[in-house]
């Protein structure tokens, strides 16, 4: 029931992001900002997190979510952790490096993040400029 809980506060946390983005009046001011970079680096952070505990909630549950081509010989959970964190990134900001490839349910998960990964840029820049155009 924990691990139920957990996935989906994680989900919960990772929607409510993306949500931000497509919410009036979240971008404010100029183009280039730094309150708009904290705002997008603070999206991408939690949707890697987010990921990245889906991963090993998956796996502490018993699901193969990844191979490794150079795995450690001995890992404890916050060595998995921050390898599953970093599997997230690699997803998320671009195509992978091949070191980490996801088998079974986290190919599904994998493209979901890729996907969310290439579309929110996108996003950002089209509300940014929509912003801009109606002040």
Same mark, same amino acid.
Do not use: H, Q, W
């Given at each position: ?12 946390? &990772? ?5 931000? @983005?497509? +919410?009036?009046?979240?971008? #404010? /001011?100029?183009? !280039?900002? $730094? =309150? ?10 939690? &949707? ?5 505990? @889906?991963? +090993?909630?998956?796996?502490? #549950? /018993?699901?193969? !979510?990844? $191979? =490794? ?67």
């Amino acid at each position: 029931m924990l691990y139920i809980t957990i996935f989906a506060f994680t989900l919960y946390c &990772i929607v409510m992001s993306i949500r931000t @983005i497509f +919410i009036p009046n979240a971008i #404010k /001011g100029k183009l !280039v900002s $730094v =309150e708009n970079f904290l705002y997008l680096a603070f999206v991408y952070i939690t &949707i890697l997190i987010g990921f990245g505990l @889906i991963y +090993i909630l998956l796996e502490t #549950k /018993g699901y193969e !979510v990844m $191979v =490794e081509a150079y795995p450690l010989p001995t890992e404890s959970f916050f060595e998995r952790l921050e390898t599953y964190i970093y599997f997230s990134a690699v997803t998320l900001f671009s195509v992978g490096y091949g070191d980490i490839a996801p088998i079974g349910v986290g190919r599904m998960i994998a493209m979901i993040e890729a996907l969310i990964g290439y579309t929110i840029p996108a996003a950002f820049v089209a509300k940014a400029f929509i912003e801009n155009e109606r002040e």
